[in-house]
């Protein structure tokens, strides 16, 4: 029984091996946890913090309270302290821990946009395999044609029905094809790595273009609502606004260092430098306690040599900084959902003349095939007939190829390049 070939992968699957392979995307979700432990620590600045101590000393003092009095003490001094201190009033504090809430939402965002960007990655290199693979099969069809158009004329050759100019020029046009057939499966080879680079994995073989390729104008049908979508939605825009934000917040963190911060100690220690009992019941400078202490404790900053001021207005530079940058996104996000949904009207209209080129150069070649029977067309015809044919077929691969990926820039800036736009996308395989 002869075994049964396996399945080509699919767009969907080659994508769930990218979500559990990629590097980047892998890091991007180390930065989220990251970020949410910061935000824990932020706010364990407002619990408070509870220190124990405790120490062993073996002392010698010289007491000297006149010429005749002085003596030496040898003892033991051991005390514990537990000591609770509670934040009441720290400004800092609190725009720290607004801080790292936009922080860790800012990190959200950039793995949705690291997410939206493995997608566009994950379909560009498949549909990269798929045109290199389409590439090699039609150099390889060309050199089987010209295999046999070579048999032909060297047939016609030795029976002087053909010229040496026809025979050579058959026999250039097969090593050409060759050589265009080895190039393509280096590009293949190449592609397949690109994609296993992202995956981790290596395919043996992909789901293909349908051949009855659907091409529709986006929807909606209005550049002015994908516009307003990528400046609402796109993850990488509202990841550099969280920034701002927090840039602002650290001005004002800045700036705290010169209010004034309240905090509520308490205090319990035991003191104890008695050696023994019975020192207890004479006159001996001993002693033995215990402190419970409770009260407030308020720190006002006065001068720190100017590094307040001077680290408040490095933070307004940082600020000022990210909102350019932000203006500089949103300039450049306009121009890509602009330029992305252009490309997928130009690419209806490419595809539907391409496939009109193909269906004539088609009908071309089948025509110089027959008049090339009857003698009134020459080998260099057919060629040159074949040549156009294959490069028609060649632009319409690369059109259809341009057409999906303009989608997925279009939906990527849109914020809207998710597990459905994939599902879409697939349904243009085989």
């Known amino acids: ?12 699957d080659v994508y769930e091996d990218a979500l559990d392979a990629d590097t980047q995307f892998r890091a991007s979700d180390s930065a989220v946890h990251a970020a949410r432990e910061r935000e824990r620590e932020a706010f364990g600045a407002w619990l408070p913090s509870i220190t124990a101590s405790a120490g062993v000393d073996r002392v010698r003092r010289d007491e000297r309270g006149g010429v005749e009095d002085d003596d030496a003490r040898t003892f033991t001094r051991e005390q514990y302290q537990i000591r609770l201190e509670q934040p009441i009033y720290n400004r800092g504090h609190w725009v720290r821990l607004r801080q790292t809430e936009r922080e860790t939402r800012r990190t959200d965002l950039e793995r949705s946009s690291e997410h939206q960007d493995l997608m566009a990655r994950v379909t560009e290199a498949y549909f990269e395999v798929l045109l290199a693979e389409l590439e ?55 592609a397949y790595e690109h994609l296993r680079e992202i995956t981790n994995r290596r395919y043996a073989d992909l789901r293909k273009l349908r051949d009855d390729f659907p091409v529709e104008l986006p929807e909606p049908d209005s550049v002015d609502v994908w516009i307003d979508r990528a400046m609402q939605n796109n993850p990488r825009l509202m990841a550099a606004e969280q920034t701002l934000r927090s840039r602002r917040d650290q001005i004002a963190i800045e700036r705290a260092q010169h209010h004034p911060q309240l905090n509520l100690v308490a205090s319990h220690t035991y003191f104890d430098d008695v050696d023994d009992e019975e020192e207890l019941s004479i006159a001996t ?37 990210a909102s350019q940058q932000v203006d500089g996104l949103r300039r450049a996000l306009l121009s890509e959902v602009r ?34 029977g009857i003698g009134r067309r020459s080998v260099v015809d057919l060629l040159e007939t074949r040549r156009a044919l294959i490069e028609s077929r060649l632009s319409l691969a690369r059109a259809r190829v ?13 914020g809207e390049m998710d597990r459905d736009a994939v599902l879409w996308l697939a349904e243009f395989l085989e």
């Open 136 to 190: 090699h099969g039609l150099a390889q069809q060309e050199v089987e044609a010209l295999s046999s158009e070579v048999r032909r004329v060297e047939a016609l050759y030795d029976r002087e029905l053909a010229s040496r100019a026809d025979r050579l020029e058959v026999q250039a046009a097969l090593e050409e094809a060759r050589n265009a057939k080895l190039g393509g499966q280096h590009r293949v080879d190449a």
């Open 285 to 321: 400078p001993g002693r033995r306690f215990d402190e419970t202490v409770v009260g407030v404790q308020l720190t006002v900053p006065l001068y720190e040599g100017g590094q307040v001021s001077a680290r408040s207005r490095a933070a307004e530079h940082d600020a000022a900084q």
């Open 402 to 414: 341009e057409y999906l990926s303009a989608h997925v820039s279009l939906r990527s800036a849109a």
């Open 339 to 372: 330029g992305s949904f252009l490309d997928v009207e130009r690419g209806v209209t490419s595809i539907r003349a391409l496939q009109r080129s193909v269906s004539a150069q088609t009908a071309r070649l089948e025509a110089v095939e027959e008049e090339l």
């Open 1 to 12: 029984m002869a075994p049964v070939a396996a399945e080509p992968t699919g767009l969907v």
